[in-house]
C-alpha cells in the first residue's frame, strides 16, 4: 500500500535558520506529492505540491523537488521566521484509482527568535 | 482560496449520548468529502469518504454503525458520532474536494466525551 514517512519531530530552530524536513514515500505508480501545514488552531492548509518527477513546489519561500530516483519530496526553506512555527504534514495522492491523500505523521517546527 | 467549515469547533459531551458534527463548503460544491480523526502528536487517520447522495465508504475498521456520515448536499456532509465513549474523544478534521481535484479542510472540531 501506499505510506509516507516524515522526520520526527519536534524541530526547534532559530529565526533565519535554514530548513529541511525529510519526506520519503511507498506507492505504485507516480503519485502526486503535497506539503500541508497546520497552524496553531486551525485546519491544513496547502502550501505546496507537485504532480510529477523532477516538478518543483514551492510557496512562501518553501520549497521541495518531487524526486523518483529516492521517492522524496523533502521541504526547504533558507531562512525561516517564527511565524512559520507550525506542524508540517506530507502527503501523496495517487493520480488513478481512489484518489485518497495518504498522510506523514507530521513534523512540529518551533522558530525562536 | 476555497473555505470549509465545521460546526461546532469544540463540544463537551456525556458519555452514551451523540454529537453532530456539520462540514459546509462554503463557496464551491463538493462533490466529495472526508472525513479524518487526528489523534494528538499524530497524523490524520482517513475515516470514511462521502459521496454527494451515495453511502459513505468507510476505511478498514472504522465502525460505520458508531460514525454515521450523511452527505445531503453538494455543500454539507455531517458526522454523526453514535453513544459517543471517552476513546471517542478526538479532533476531527473534514475535507471538501472541488471539482478540480483540489482538497480543502475544515478547521477541525476537538469533541471530549466526559
Known amino acids: 500500500g501506499n505510506s509516507v514517512t516524515q522526520m520526527e519531530g519536534p524541530v526547534t530552530l532559530s529565526e533565519e535558520a535554514f530548513l529541511t524536513i525529510n519526506c520519503t514515500y511507498t506507492?505504485?505508480?507516480?503519485?502526486?506529492l503535497f506539503w500541508y501545514v497546520q497552524y496553531p488552531g486551525e485546519g491544513l492548509q496547502l502550501l505546496l505540491k507537485a504532480t510529477k518527477a523532477d516538478d518543483k513546489g514551492s510557496n512562501k519561500g518553501f520549497e521541495a523537488t518531487y524526486r523518483k530516483e529516492t521517492t522524496s519530496f523533502h521541504l526547504e526553506k533558507g531562512s525561516v521566521q517564527v511565524s512559520d512555527s507550525a506542524v508540517y504534514f506530507c502527503?501523496?495522492?495517487?493520480?488513478?484509482?481512489?484518489?485518497?491523500?495518504?498522510f506523514g505523521t507530521g513534523t512540529r517546527l518551533t522558530i525562536i527568535p | 482560496g476555497a473555505v470549509v467549515s465545521q460546526h461546532p469547533s469544540w463540544v463537551i459531551c456525556k458519555s452514551g449520548t451523540s454529537v453532530k458534527i456539520e462540514c459546509r463548503s462554503l463557496d464551491f460544491q463538493a462533490t466529495t468529502m472526508f472525513w479524518y480523526r487526528q489523534f494528538p502528536k499524530q497524523s490524520l487517520m482517513l475515516m470514511a469518504t462521502?459521496?454527494?447522495?451515495?453511502?459513505?465508504?468507510?476505511e478498514q475498521g472504522v465502525e460505520k454503525d458508531k460514525f454515521l456520515i450523511n452527505h445531503a448536499s453538494l455543500t454539507l456532509s455531517t458526522l454523526t458520532v453514535t453513544s459517543a465513549h471517552p476513546e471517542d474523544s478526538s479532533f476531527y478534521i473534514c475535507?471538501?474536494?472541488?471539482?478540480?481535484?483540489?482538497?480543502?479542510f475544515g478547521p477541525g472540531t476537538r469533541l471530549t466525551v466526559t
Open positions: 502527503a501523496l495522492m495517487p493520480n488513478f484509482g481512489n484518489e485518497k491523500l495518504t
Open positions: 506507492a505504485t505508480g507516480y503519485p502526486s
Open positions: 475535507s471538501a474536494r472541488d471539482p478540480g481535484t483540489e482538497n480543502y
Open positions: 462521502s459521496n454527494e447522495g451515495s453511502k459513505a465508504t468507510y
